[in-house]
């Protein structure tokens, strides 16, 4: 079964950091470029991050740029997000997703997790 | 910035069309998708590529791209579409995305 698990949300200070994991089963994780995407309560969905499957090529919101940092360890099938300086902003559910093909990284994300809660609070 | 306008929401009865329109400046150049949203749920990719369906999507579901606009059709809408849609593009260098403002569907 292919399948997405993120893990490492939690509550947080502003002005500290966080590391988010997402495990990824029952596919060719290498084969695949990777997202974040988050969504606060009640909010739609936001575009974090992204990496190609040989990590050669990553892109960040604005929102983030210079404050996170995605990246991924093929032999261990896991994708990471390194999120620093948090504000009260960047609370959110935090969901991984897979591209829908392999070796691409434009047409949409065809496998998600159900995501991580980050609250970020004094 | 980059931006992609959606109604805020679509209302149509059972086994009438339903069509959402996401508007942006690019789309000559750049792929829509189309995301499913249910309360407390994960998005689903409903639509890829502008026009084609990931495999268990029903046929209902379709994607058109008129150059400045994109659209959503759900063709004879059922109870269990009442959700909310997101399209998603990249930008012209391919290295961030923007999702669109959402489309609450409701069934009524």
């Known amino acids: 079964e292919v399948q997405l698990v993120e893990s490492g949300g939690g509550l947080v200070q502003p002005g500290r950091s966080l590391r988010l994991s997402c495990a990824a089963s029952?596919?060719?994780?290498?084969?695949?470029?990777m997202h974040w995407v988050r969504q606060a309560p009640g909010k739609g969905l936001e575009w974090v991050s992204s990496?190609?499957?040989?990590?050669?090529?990553?892109g960040y919101a604005d929102s983030v740029k210079g404050r996170f940092t995605i990246s991924r360890d093929n032999a261990k099938n896991s994708l990471y997000l390194q999120m620093n300086s948090l504000r009260a902003e960047d609370a959110a559910l935090y969901y991984c997703?897979?591209?829908?093909?392999?070796?691409?990284?434009?047409?949409?994300?065809?496998?998600w997790g159900q995501g991580t809660t980050v609250t970020v609070s004094s | 910035s980059y931006e992609l306008t959606q109604p805020p929401s679509v209302s149509v009865s059972p086994g009438q069309t339903a069509r959402i329109t996401c508007s942006g400046d690019a789309w000559p150049k750049e792929y829509a998708s189309w995301f499913q949203q249910k309360p407390g749920q994960a998005p689903v990719l409903v639509i890829y590529k502008d026009n084609e369906r990931p495999s268990g999507i029903p046929e209902r579901f379709s994607g058109s791209n008129s150059g400045t606009e994109v659209t959503l059709t759900i063709s004879g809408v059922q109870a269990e579409d009442e959700a909310d849609y997101y399209c998603?593009?990249?930008?012209?260098?391919?290295?961030?995305?923007?999702f669109g403002t959402g489309t609450k569907v409701t069934v009524l």
């Open positions: 998603r593009s990249a930008d012209s260098s391919f290295i961030s995305y923007v």
């Open positions: 990496i190609s499957w040989n990590s050669r090529r990553i």
């Open positions: 997703a897979r591209d829908c093909q392999t070796f691409t990284w434009v047409y949409g994300m065809d496998v």
């Open positions: 029952g596919f060719t994780f290498d084969d695949y470029a």
